[in-house]
């Protein structure tokens, strides 16, 4: 811990799988790009949690984020999932400011 660590936005998507405590969690990492974002119901199947990292620089993402999140929660197979939302960079808004978008 305690260390700055640089990342990029991905470009298709990662697997990786971790144990903790004997329990197997196998995470994917999938970009969203637009021409990705048709794929991404193949990945909800068997899908028991959804995290959403966006940047909140960048507030036409946030509102595609939004649309794409409604198509999400819509989609029958990830209706048992529990979903996370992360606002990454959040330098200059606030909550409010989200809010409103």
Known sequence: MNEVVHTSPTI????????VNNTRFLMWDIGGQESLRSSWNTYYTNTEFVIVVVDSTDRERISVTKEELYKMLAHEVSAPCGFNIY???????????LADT
């Open 87 to 97: 606002l990454n960079l959040c330098f200059n808004l606030c909550f409010n400011d």
């Open 12 to 19: 298709g998507s990662n697997v990786e799988e971790i144990v």
